[in-house]
């Protein structure tokens, strides 16, 4: 896609700090990380989401995902690695096209804002209606 800035990365239109590279993945650092060793996982073919991708790209990010991870631990020996996924503007989707961050932490490093939620119950009638409804719905 034109206008995209990951389909330039993977041009090398606009240079990166790639890790990893295959027929349908792209893998590069992010330059504004949470911590170090974020990194971006990318399908070379432009799709925007998770509701986009087709099923080869996406199992071939993720087989890719768990070398990259493997790599980082390794190099990093992180106490954990957090996989997150965004899909759409409204959960802060910056770039329109998929990308899985991996994002280590390290031994005495903060805590991850993106892995730090409040457990508390919900509405278990609320969340078996859902639960019903989402199990219908899928194809
Ligand atoms: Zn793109």
């Given amino acids: 896609m034109e ?5 330039k990365i993977i041009k090398g239109e606009i240079p ?3 890790v990893y590279e295959d027929d349908y993945v792209f893998a590069f650092e992010d330059i504004s990380p949470i911590s170090e060793g974020h990194t971006l996982v990318i399908p070379k073919k432009h799709a925007q989401n ?3 991708i087709t099923d080869e790209d996406l199992t071939a990010v993720h087989l890719a995902s768990k070398k990259i991870i493997n790599a980082i631990n390794n190099v990093l020996n992180p106490i954990g690695v957090a996989c997150l996924q965004l899909n759409g503007r409204g959960v802060n989707q910056v770039v329109m096209h998929y990308h899985l961050h991996l994002i280590p932490r390290l031994k005495g490093g903060p805590e991850l804002p993106v892995s730090s939620w409040e457990l508390k119950q ?4 609320a969340i078996k209606q859902t639960a019903e409804k989402i199990a219908a719905a899928i194809k």
Avoid: A, R, Y
């Fill in 50 to 52: 998770l509701w986009e």
């Fill in 16 to 18: 990166s700090f790639k």
């Fill in 122 to 125: 919900g509405d278990m009638e």
């Fill in 3 to 7: 206008d995209c800035i990951f389909c």
